[in-house]
Structure formats: structure tokens, C-alpha cells
């Protein structure tokens, strides 16, 4: 209903790169009045007020802060970004929020592998991956199952299935070292040697 102010125009995904800055697309909050995050727990799904700290729009990323008074702010991340681009075939898993309005609030998981190291028409700013990319995807992270975090969902490509591309991490880390605050590195890797299952319930509350 267009006249309900209360409803969110549009979704999308993110995760955090410190304590209280997330990363997702520019194209999840370019016009966005109002930014609004949710952050699923075991115990219920809570909302922040948040607002954009620094964008890249030729490489579609985005850094938003959340300047909630009720947030606490995280003291470590379970995951490290990469700073290089990995192989083909390795094997990764997304996560996000897709058509949270149609699909539900509970967090997808999809998996696949690093089909190409470029993108869409040879960009080589992109991976092509098989894991499938839904609306509201967007911006959610790509991970492999040793904590590495390497990319960053994009889009998917009409018309054909288990398609979909991922900014490389490298761009992402560019973004952080130019974004106009310090934005401490507080990453480590609490998810290697462990079960998806046991991964997924980790990561959760950071996506």
C-alpha cells in the first residue's frame, strides 16, 4: 500500500565490517530517507536506526553506521574479509534476506562455488558464483567455509538459474581504508573447522 508510511519501501542485505558499521550495496540505500537495520538473534529480531557513512557507487558498495543508543556495539567479527581474490572452484555460501516481505524475516542460506573470477560481460571487479541471488540478497555476504569472507552478494541475471555475481572483497576493503572514520579491524575467524549448521547459527547475527 503506497500510503502506508510505516512499511519499508524495499530490503536488502548487509554484514558487519566493525563494530557498528555495516557493509551492503550502494543500490540497497541510494534514496533512502530513512535506514532502518535488523539484527536476528536467537532470541528475537531487533531494529536499529542507522545512517550511510561512505559509498562507492561505481562498484555498487555502501558503509552504513548504526548510531542507535541501544546498540551495543560488537567487539569482535567471527569472520576475516580477504584481501585477494581466490580460485575457481572453491566452494562458498551466502547469506541474506530475499523478498523478506514474501519469504519471511529468517535468514536463506544458499551454497555454491566461485565459477568465474569475473562478472557479468568480463568484469573483473566481480565473481560469477552459482550460488542463486534473489531480490533482497543484495549486499549479503559471500563466505568460505574456512571464515574467509570474499565477496559481497551483487545481483543475479535474468533468465538463467544458479547464476549470480559477487563484488571481490578487495573492493570492499578500499572502501573501509578510504571511508572518512577509522574503522578498526576486529575480525577473526571463529567459524573454521566447524559444521555449517554450527557456522550459520554463528554468523547469523552479524548478517
Not at 62 to 83: G, R
Not at 112 to 136: L, N
Given at each position: 500500500d503506497s500510503t502506508d508510511k510505516t512499511s519499508p519501501k524495499g530490503n536488502g542485505s548487509g554484514f558487519f565490517v566493525s563494530g557498528n558499521v555495516i557493509a551492503t550495496n550502494h543500490h540497497v540505500i541510494d534514496g533512502a530517507k530513512e535506514i532502518k537495520v535488523f539484527i536476528q538473534t536467537e532470541e528475537s529480531i531487533k531494529q536499529?536506526?542507522?545512517?550511510?557513512?561512505?559509498?562507492?557507487?561505481?562498484?555498487?558498495?555502501?558503509?552504513?553506521?548504526?548510531?542507535?543508543?541501544?546498540?551495543?556495539?560488537?567487539?569482535?567479527?567471527?569472520?576475516?574479509?580477504?584481501?585477494?581474490?581466490?580460485?575457481?572452484?572453491?566452494?562458498?555460501?551466502?547469506?541474506?534476506?530475499?523478498?523478506?516481505?514474501?519469504?519471511?524475516?529468517?535468514?536463506?542460506?544458499?551454497?555454491?562455488?566461485?565459477?568465474?573470477?569475473?562478472?557479468?560481460?568480463?568484469?573483473?571487479?566481480?565473481?560469477?558464483?552459482?550460488?542463486?541471488?534473489?531480490?533482497?540478497?543484495?549486499?549479503?555476504?559471500?563466505?568460505?567455509k574456512d571464515g574467509k569472507l570474499v565477496g559481497i552478494t551483487s545481483s543475479g541475471i535474468s533468465g538463467a538459474e544458479n547464476v549470480g555475481y559477487a563484488i571481490k572483497s578487495s573492493y570492499l576493503n578500499n572502501l573501509i581504508e578510504a571511508a572518512p572514520i577509522m574503522i578498526d579491524d576486529i575480525s577473526t575467524n571463529q567459524i573454521v573447522h566447524k559444521t555449517l549448521p554450527e557456522q550459520i547459527k554463528i554468523l547469523t547475527p552479524y548478517v
Open positions: 536499529y536506526s542507522a545512517k550511510v557513512l561512505t559509498v562507492d557507487k561505481i562498484n555498487d558498495l555502501a558503509l552504513i553506521t548504526i548510531e542507535d543508543k541501544d546498540f551495543v556495539k560488537y567487539n569482535t567479527l567471527p569472520y576475516q574479509i580477504a584481501s585477494h581474490t581466490v580460485d575457481v572452484g572453491i566452494s562458498i555460501f551466502t547469506m541474506g534476506y530475499p523478498n523478506a516481505s514474501a519469504m519471511g524475516t529468517e535468514i536463506k542460506v544458499t551454497d555454491g562455488i566461485i565459477s568465474a573470477k569475473t562478472g557479468f560481460q568480463g568484469d573483473v571487479s566481480t565473481y560469477q558464483i552459482s550460488a542463486p541471488i534473489q531480490p533482497g540478497n543484495s549486499g549479503g555476504p559471500i563466505l568460505t
